[in-house]
């Protein structure tokens, strides 16, 4: 999968260093992914859900939330925000 949006990770690791280990491990894990569908996501990172068009993913032991749209046929993540679990806990991704 090619990942896009990293400035938004590069983002998230100044602002919260103890983030930045698992999001450059999440970087590697989906780079090396080869996602056909959900199912395969789940495969791969088990603590991932869908929500509407979005794919969450729990990040650094469940403390932050990497907010995505996949296209499984471009094979292409867009990371769209990496936020607290409070902030995500606020906000609606069902849209």
Do not use: P
């Amino acid at each position: 999968m090619q990942v896009v949006g990293r400035e938004v990770i590069d983002a998230a690791c100044k602002k919260h260093a103890q983030w930045r280990a698992s999001l450059h491990a999440w970087i590697r894990i989906v780079s090396g992914a080869q996602w056909k569908h959900f199912a395969d996501v789940r495969l791969t990172l088990k603590s991932t859900d869908q929500v509407g068009r979005h794919v969450i993913f729990n990040i650094a032991q469940n403390k932050a939330r990497l907010i995505s749209i996949i296209n499984y046929q471009a094979q292409r993540v867009v990371v769209e925000e990496v936020i607290d679990h409070a902030t995500y806990n606020r906000e609606d991704f069902t849209k």
